[in-house]
């Protein structure tokens, strides 16, 4: 739809960039590194890890594999941490 601003990433992107920069936090892992081995820019990849952009999930799954994260494991962490705090 011409001129229709995309929604702003929710509570499940913010939790699912917080488990990737955790990850990646824990391993010294860099995010240039990173983003190059799944075929995105530095600039992209901070905006996902930040939360800023929401996640393609094909991307998230390379971004998974990269880490060596289950993507299902990642996906079910994000969305119970995302409704836990919805409902505390």
Same mark, same amino acid.
């Given at each position: $739809?011409?001129g229709a601003s995309k929604? @702003?990433? *929710?509570?499940?992107?913010?939790e699912l960039a917080a488990? /990737?920069?955790?990850?990646?936090?824990?391993? #010294? =892992?860099? =995010?240039?590194?990173?983003?190059?081995?799944? #075929? =995105?820019?530095?600039?992209? $990849?901070?905006?996902?890890?930040?939360?800023?952009?929401?996640? %393609? /999930?094909? /991307?998230?799954?390379?971004?998974c594999q990269a880490l *060596?994260?289950?993507?299902? %494991?990642?996906? =079910?962490?994000? %969305?119970? @941490?995302?409704?836990?705090?919805?409902? *505390?």
């Amino acid at each position: $739809m011409p001129g229709a601003s995309k929604a @702003e990433p *929710g509570a499940l992107t913010r939790e699912l960039a917080a488990i /990737l920069r955790a990850k990646i936090a824990r391993d #010294n =892992v860099s =995010v240039t590194n990173l983003a190059a081995s799944v #075929n =995105v820019s530095r600039p992209q $990849m901070s905006k996902l890890l930040s939360g800023q952009k929401q996640f %393609d /999930l094909e /991307l998230l799954d390379d971004i998974c594999q990269a880490l *060596g994260l289950s993507f299902i %494991d990642t996906l =079910v962490e994000a %969305d119970a @941490e995302s409704t836990a705090r919805k409902l *505390g």
